[in-house]
């Protein structure tokens, strides 16, 4: 099961678990998901972006500057297969050097900035709102790249 944040267009934010990216996509194509506010049909995912808290980030350490929300997108054509190369090794990278968190991310990431969980780089998700309260509070996270073929 996938959670996706998602968002109507009257602008409601809501969740819902998919058994998969493709189920998602067809429920989507075939307007199957209604909003819970509105019962719209017209659903798109919010921004979920999967992020890394880094570890460090003491007192000493400048807080990070809230950052506009837009995210950094590259379109690549099919003969950049360099590109997709890196872009894969880097997100196998990241999962191979963090720990896996979920839906939890936003809470652990604030507590181990707190110094309340121990410094470790966890990955997992955030919505577009608590990314942006985490680095308002100095918290250092990064979007993560996602792979080509995860691309829904
Ligand atoms: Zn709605």
Do not use: Y
Not at 98 to 112: L, S
């Amino acid at each position: 099961m996938i959670r996706f944040a998602l968002i109507c267009d009257n602008g409601h934010e809501f969740e819902s678990w998919f058994a998969s990216n493709d189920s998602f996509d067809f429920q989507i194509e075939n307007k199957l998901v209604a909003c819970p506010h509105c019962n719209g049909t017209e659903v798109a995912k919010a921004v979920m972006a999967p992020a890394v808290a880094r570890a460090g980030g003491g007192p000493g350490e400048p807080a990070a500057p809230a950052k506009s929300p837009k995210q950094n997108v590259a379109l690549l054509g099919e003969g950049d297969r360099e590109l997709r190369t890196m872009v894969r090794e880097l997100h196998a990278k990241i999962v191979a050097a963090t720990v896996d968190v979920g839906a939890e991310f936003p809470r652990e990431a604030r507590r181990i900035h707190d110094g309340a969980a121990p410094e470790r780089p966890i990955r997992g998700q955030a919505s577009l709102e608590e990314a942006r309260s985490l680095l308002e509070d100095g918290v250092s996270i990064l979007p993560m790249p996602t792979p080509p073929e995860d691309r829904g």
